[in-house]
């Protein structure tokens, strides 16, 4: 790869891994590599795992520094101006990570929260390609959102894009952000996890049997896997689920009215006759935008687990 120039590093920080990649500047991913990291470390601790991980991927990828234009940071919070404003899962709050992750690897650094990497990543090089306008919305242990809004990343004053704290159930289950009812309290996977157990429990109550698993419903693909070979909790909690998530998305379709919103992480492998049919139909029913005859596409996210490091890197021409 010598002599090659453009090319980008795009580090997208996990809550078990870092995960790095080399790009082009197109975003096409030259080589990898990942490290696992144990959570909060504390500033300096952390900007240099980052710094250590992105000379590892350029000897990976037999690249010289000077061939670098950017370096692209995602990261699980709020960040503006080059710094961390906050990041509760890894203990970071207003840290200039920009300048300690430069004082290690002077190039040129871009930081973004995870889920509008994701998005980024999506947008230029995934299913959101030719779009002006597009949201991407990722299902896992909560819900994140990425707005691309005129060709850009929207973070307003650096925390836009938090939708799973939209409150759909006033006064509902209790959130880790400290309010009732939010989205991902009922859209997540744990929430899915949960409908399929008091599902069972109502069952069980009733004196109806439970049918053979292959094995427990602990997770959301568990869950789905279960419906589709035909248990009956699983297939109730799905339905519930679906209910639950094509709430939050009317919310998102009628508030940007996107060209399309596509669905992230592992939940989004569900069985289209599960998830994506039924999901359609009913925001069909409910967005604002059938009354113009221009509807948001709702689409499943192609790039997988290489989506934020993707966007990481590609912050440069999005942010």
């Known amino acids: 790869m010598t002599g090659k120039t453009g090319l980008r590093i795009g580090i997208d920080v996990g809550g078990t891994a870092l995960k790095a990649g080399l790009t082009d500047g197109e975003g096409a991913v030259l080589c990898t590599r990942q490290r696992p990291f144990d959570g909060p470390c504390g500033p300096e601790r952390f900007a240099q795992l980052l710094a250590e991980l992105a000379r590892q991927v350029l000897e990976d990828g037999g690249a010289a520094m000077e061939a670098v234009e950017a370096v692209g940071i995602g990261i699980p919070g709020a960040v503006a101006g080059g710094r961390v404003l906050y990041a509760c899962n890894i203990a970071l709050r207003d840290v200039p990570l920009e300048a300690l992750f430069r004082r290690r690897l002077d190039l040129p650094v871009y930081l973004g929260n995870d889920a509008d990497c994701a998005a980024a990543g999506e947008y230029r090089c995934g299913t959101g390609r030719g779009c002006r306008d597009f949201v991407a919305v990722t299902l896992g242990t909560g819900v994140g959102a990425g707005l691309i809004l005129n060709g850009r990343i929207y973070a307003g004053l650096g925390a836009a894009g938090e939708a799973g704290h939209m409150v759909t159930h006033p ?128 689409v499943r996210a192609e790039l997988g687990n290489r989506a934020g490091l993707v966007g990481a890197a590609l912050l440069k021409d999005v942010s």
């Open 171 to 298: 006064g509902g289950i209790p959130c880790t952000c400290g309010r009732r009812g939010c989205w991902e309290q009922y859209a997540s996977a744990p929430a899915l996890v949960r409908m399929a157990h008091l599902a069972e429990r109502s069952r069980l109550d009733a004196g109806l049997p439970s049918p053979e698993r292959s094995g427990p419903l602990t997770d959301g693909r568990a869950v789905f896997e279960a419906a589709r070979r035909g248990d009956p909790a699983a297939k109730e909690a799905c339905a519930r689920y679906v209910e639950e998530l094509a709430l939050g998305i009317t919310n998102l379709i009628n508030l940007l009215h996107p060209e399309k919103l596509a669905l992230g992480g592992g939940i989004s492998q569900a069985p289209d006759e599960l998830l994506l049919l039924p999901l359609r139909k009913l925001t069909a029913r409910a967005c604002y935008g059938r009354h113009c005859g221009k509807t948001t596409e709702l």
